[in-house]
């Protein structure tokens, strides 16, 4: 058990949907980071949150958008989504939130995302 | 823009047999680490280099930074059943927060 919780662990939605991912570290760290998996594709960064701040956001489109009202609590809201979003959505949190300082990231179980 | 690339894609080995991932940067790293994830599991750290030329062993597996730090190894002496997953790497340049993920190579042990 890495500390990290996501729900729903899955998810089936339309392309008009609006639905909501939710993840939640237990391990006490001040940075979290949301990453899609796709098959046949390496891990790609979404946004990264430092201090409840976005420091980064990787070129994601705005029918993602991402919100963390405190260090512990991070949500990925979709609406519009295409099929071509469907993926594995993995949260995960790092201790430092500093960019000098090298980070171990845990990960959490994932929310498995069909768009019909 | 940065991009880490690892080889193999695949690899099936005979349980006992040794295996090796490498992975290669465009861009010189700051630091690397590496991750496996299990089949229907999430990645799990597995480890992180800072060096030039760093060497780390843990039990089974050995893993080095390239003295250029822009390359690194993953090294799994005799392997076991429980070492199957895909391995990934992860090297962050400076003065990022971002973490570029490697494609990963998916490893399978044949008892």
């Known amino acids: 058990e890495t500390g990290v919780t996501q729900t729903p662990r899955h998810l089936v939605m339309g392309m008009t949907n609006k639905k909501s991912l939710k993840c939640e570290q237990h391990?006490?760290?001040?940075?979290m980071y949301w990453y899609k998996q796709s098959a046949k594709k390496p891990l790609e960064l979404m946004f990264v949150?430092?201090?409840?701040?976005?420091?980064e956001n990787n070129s994601v489109p705005s029918r993602f958008s991402p919100e963390c009202p405190n260090s512990s609590h991070l949500f990925l809201h979709l609406h519009t989504l295409q099929p071509e979003d469907s993926a594995l959505y993995l949260c995960?949190?790092?201790?430092?939130?500093?960019?000098?300082?090298?980070?171990?990231?845990?990960f959490g179980p994932g929310t498995r995302l069909t768009v019909l | 823009g940065q991009q880490v690339m690892q080889i193999p894609q695949y690899q099936h080995v005979q349980e006992g047999e040794d295996f090796t991932t490498y992975c290669n940067s465009s861009?010189?790293?700051?630091?690397i680490q590496w991750y496996k994830q299990r089949p229907g599991g999430h990645p799990v750290f597995l480890i992180q280099?800072?060096?030039?030329?760093e060497v780390k062993k843990q039990k089974r597996l050995t893993f080095q930074f390239g003295e250029a730090k822009k390359n690194s190894s993953l090294h799994i002496t005799a392997t076991q059943t429980t070492d199957v997953g895909t391995y990934f790497c992860?090297?962050?340049?400076?003065?990022?927060?971002?973490?570029?993920f490697g494609t990963g190579t998916r490893l399978k042990v044949l008892a």
């Open positions: 280099l800072v060096k030039s030329g």
């Open positions: 992860a090297g962050r340049g400076s003065g990022t927060y971002k973490y570029i």
């Open positions: 995960a949190s790092s201790p430092y939130p500093g960019l000098a300082i090298p980070d171990t990231q845990y």
């Open positions: 391990l006490g760290h001040n940075a």
């Open positions: 949150y430092s201090l409840e701040e976005r420091v």
């Open positions: 861009t010189t790293l700051s630091n």
